[in-house]
C-alpha cells in the first residue's frame, strides 16, 4: 500500500516562492544559492523549518520527512550523555546547550540519562513551531530548560549539535572550460532556474583536472564555529552530521556534489522545486570545521566515525537483554552501510590552564580517531 502524501498547503508554498520571487527581484535578478536556501528553510512562518509540516518519524506513512539518530533509539542520547558528562566534570561546567533541538527526542534522553549534573540545559533553535513541540516533551524539566534565539556573550558548558550543520546554507560552485562560477538562483517564466556568475570564489581544496565539476563551500557553518569559538569561556563542543574530511569531500568523483533534498523519507537533488515542502542539506566538510574551531581558538578534541564514538561510549552495554526491535535500531546507528560511517563525530574544548584539555582523553574518541586525517 502506497502510504499517503502529506504536503505543505498550496497557499503557504505560493506565498513562500512569492517572497523568494521578491528577494531575487529586489537583488536584480539574482541571488547566490544559500540566500535562497535560507529563505526556503527559514522565512518565518512559511519556511521548511519555519512552518507547522511535520518533519521527524520513522516512516513515511506518518507524514514525516526523516528520522534522525534520537528518533530511531534513547540509547544514542544516553550514549551521548557519557561523553558529555564526562566533559562537564572535565571542565568544570555544569550546563549543555543544543542547537537545532529537532522534536525534543534528544533533549529528553540527555536530561534524563545526566539528571542533577545539569542544572541547566539551553536550547537554541529559530522554529517557532520546533520549540512549541519541544516544551511541550520536555515539561517535566521545567526551568531547568529555556530557549533563547541568539547567543549571549558569554557561555559555559557542554554544546551539542545533532544534524545541525548540514542545514546551515552553502553557497554552490560549478567549474566549466576550468573557470569557476558561482551557481545562484534566477526567475524564468515564473519558475525559478540556476544561473551561474563568474566569480573569484573556489574549493579550499584543489580539484584535480579540469572537467565540469559542482560542489559546495560552508562559509555559515564555519562562522557558526568560530562564533561558538568566541563565546565559549569553558566547555567542549560536539557536532555529529553526514560528511567527509576535505580530501574526500572535493574527491574529482565528487562532480556533482552533495546538495540533496528529503521529503517523505525519500531523496531528490532539485532544491528549486516545491520549495517550503521539503529539507535542503548538504555534507559536511569536516576538515573546513576543524580549522574554522582551531583559528578561532578551539582545540580539536577528536573526529571519528558516529559508529565508533557510539561504541567508545558504551551504546551496546545491555544489549543482550534488549527486545529485538530495539537491537535493530541500534544496529542502524552503528552498521557501516546505514548511519554509522556516513555520519561523524566532531569535537572541540575549550583549552586554558585550569582545564588543560591535553590532560584528559575524550572517550568517545578513545578507539579509531581520525583526527589526522582531517
Same mark, same amino acid.
Not at 564526562?86 to 568544570?92: G, N, P
Not at 579550499?204 to 562559509?219: K, N, R
Not at 557558526?224 to 552530521?241: I, K, N, S, Y
Not at 535493530?328 to 585550569?354: C, R, T, W, Y
Given at each position: 500500500?502506497?502510504?499517503?502524501? *502529506?504536503?505543505?498547503?498550496?497557499?503557504?508554498?505560493?506565498?513562500?516562492?512569492?517572497?523568494?520571487?521578491?528577494?531575487?527581484?529586489?537583488?536584480?535578478?539574482?541571488?547566490?544559492?544559500?540566500?535562497?536556501?535560507?529563505?526556503?528553510?527559514?522565512?518565518?512562518?512559511?519556511?521548511?523549518?519555519?512552518?507547522?509540516?511535520?518533519?521527524?518519524?520513522?516512516?513515511?506513512?506518518?507524514?514525516?520527512?526523516?528520522?534522525?539518530?534520537?528518533?530511531?533509539?534513547?540509547?544514542?542520547?544516553?550514549?551521548?550523555?557519557?561523553?558529555?558528562?564526562?566533559?562537564?566534570?572535565?571542565?568544570?561546567?555544569?550546563?549543555?546547550?543544543?542547537?537545532?533541538?529537532?522534536?525534543?527526542?534528544?533533549?529528553?534522553?540527555? *536530561?534524563?540519562?545526566?539528571?542533577?549534573?545539569?542544572?541547566?540545559?539551553?536550547?537554541?533553535?529559530?522554529?517557532?513551531?520546533?520549540?512549541?513541540?519541544?516544551?511541550?516533551?520536555?515539561?517535566?524539566?521545567?526551568?531547568?530548560?529555556?530557549?533563547?534565539?541568539?547567543?549571549?556573550?558569554?557561555?559555559?558548558?557542554?554544546?551539542?549539535?545533532?544534524?545541525?550543520?548540514?542545514?546551515?546554507?552553502?553557497?554552490?560552485?560549478?567549474?566549466?572550460?576550468?573557470?569557476?562560477?558561482?551557481?545562484?538562483? !534566477?526567475?524564468?517564466?515564473?519558475?525559478?532556474?540556476?544561473?551561474?556568475?563568474?566569480?573569484?570564489?573556489?574549493?579550499?581544496?584543489?580539484?584535480?583536472?579540469?572537467?565540469?565539476?559542482?560542489?559546495?563551500?560552508?562559509?555559515?557553518?564555519?562562522?557558526?564555529?568560530?562564533?561558538?569559538?568566541?563565546?565559549?569561556?569553558?566547555?567542549?563542543?560536539?557536532?555529529?552530521?553526514?560528511?567527509?574530511?576535505?580530501?574526500?569531500?572535493?574527491?574529482?568523483?565528487?562532480?556533482?556534489?552533495?546538495?540533496?533534498?528529503?521529503?517523505?523519507?525519500?531523496?531528490?537533488?532539485?532544491? *528549486?522545486?516545491?520549495?517550503?515542502?521539503?529539507?535542503?542539506?548538504?555534507?559536511?566538510?569536516?576538515?573546513?570545521?576543524?580549522?574554522?574551531?582551531?583559528?578561532?581558538?578551539?582545540?580539536?578534541?577528536?573526529?571519528?566515525?558516529?559508529?565508533?564514538?557510539?561504541?567508545?561510549?558504551?551504546?551496546?552495554?545491555?544489549?543482550?537483554?534488549?527486545?529485538? !526491535?530495539?537491537?535493530?535500531?541500534?544496529?542502524?546507528?552503528?552498521?557501516?552501510?546505514?548511519?554509522?560511517?556516513?555520519?561523524?563525530?566532531?569535537?572541540?574544548?575549550?583549552?586554558?590552564?585550569?582545564?588543560?584539555?591535553?590532560?584528559?582523553?575524550?572517550?568517545?574518541?578513545?578507539?579509531?580517531?581520525?583526527?589526522?586525517?582531517?
Amino acid at each position: 500500500m502506497t502510504p499517503p502524501t *502529506l504536503t505543505t498547503p498550496p497557499s503557504l508554498t505560493s506565498a513562500l516562492a512569492g517572497r523568494i520571487r521578491e528577494a531575487i527581484a529586489a537583488a536584480g535578478g539574482w541571488i547566490s544559492f544559500d540566500r535562497f536556501m535560507a529563505l526556503a528553510l527559514y522565512t518565518p512562518g512559511l519556511g521548511y523549518y519555519a512552518n507547522s509540516s511535520r518533519k521527524f518519524g520513522l516512516m513515511p506513512g506518518s507524514g514525516s520527512d526523516f528520522v534522525t539518530a534520537p528518533e530511531l533509539s534513547p540509547r544514542f542520547g544516553q550514549a551521548l550523555a557519557r561523553q558529555v558528562g564526562q566533559a562537564l566534570q572535565a571542565t568544570a561546567t555544569d550546563e549543555v546547550w543544543e542547537f537545532g533541538a529537532g522534536s525534543g527526542a534528544l533533549a529528553q534522553q540527555l *536530561l534524563g540519562a545526566l539528571g542533577p549534573q545539569v542544572t541547566r540545559y539551553t536550547i537554541v533553535d529559530l522554529s517557532g513551531t520546533l520549540q512549541a513541540r519541544q516544551r511541550e516533551r520536555l515539561a517535566t524539566w521545567g526551568d531547568r530548560v529555556r530557549w533563547v534565539s541568539e547567543l549571549p556573550a558569554h557561555m559555559q558548558g557542554a554544546v551539542v549539535g545533532n544534524e545541525v550543520l548540514d542545514a546551515m546554507p552553502v553557497q554552490l560552485l560549478v567549474r566549466r572550460d576550468g573557470a569557476w562560477f558561482e551557481r545562484g538562483v !534566477a526567475v524564468h517564466e515564473d519558475r525559478f532556474v540556476h544561473a551561474d556568475q563568474p566569480t573569484a570564489l573556489h574549493p579550499p581544496y584543489d580539484v584535480p583536472d579540469s572537467h565540469a565539476y559542482l560542489t559546495e563551500i560552508h562559509p555559515q557553518a564555519e562562522a557558526f564555529v568560530a562564533t561558538l569559538a568566541d563565546r565559549l569561556q569553558a566547555g567542549a563542543v560536539f557536532l555529529m552530521d553526514y560528511g567527509f574530511p576535505e580530501h574526500e569531500y572535493y574527491h574529482p568523483q565528487r562532480a556533482m556534489g552533495t546538495l540533496m533534498c528529503h521529503r517523505g523519507h525519500r531523496v531528490d537533488a532539485d532544491a *528549486l522545486q516545491d520549495v517550503g515542502e521539503k529539507d535542503i542539506t548538504a555534507h559536511v566538510n569536516f576538515s573546513g570545521i576543524a580549522l574554522a574551531g582551531q583559528e578561532s581558538g578551539l582545540q580539536v578534541l577528536g573526529y571519528t566515525s558516529q559508529a565508533r564514538f557510539l561504541l567508545n561510549c558504551g551504546v551496546l552495554d545491555g544489549m543482550e537483554d534488549a527486545p529485538l !526491535a530495539e537491537r535493530v535500531m541500534v544496529q542502524k546507528l552503528v552498521n557501516e552501510h546505514e548511519m554509522g560511517e556516513l555520519f561523524k563525530v566532531i569535537a572541540f574544548v575549550v583549552d586554558s590552564p585550569e582545564q588543560p584539555w591535553s590532560q584528559w582523553q575524550a572517550m568517545g574518541f578513545a578507539q579509531g580517531d581520525r583526527t589526522h586525517t582531517l
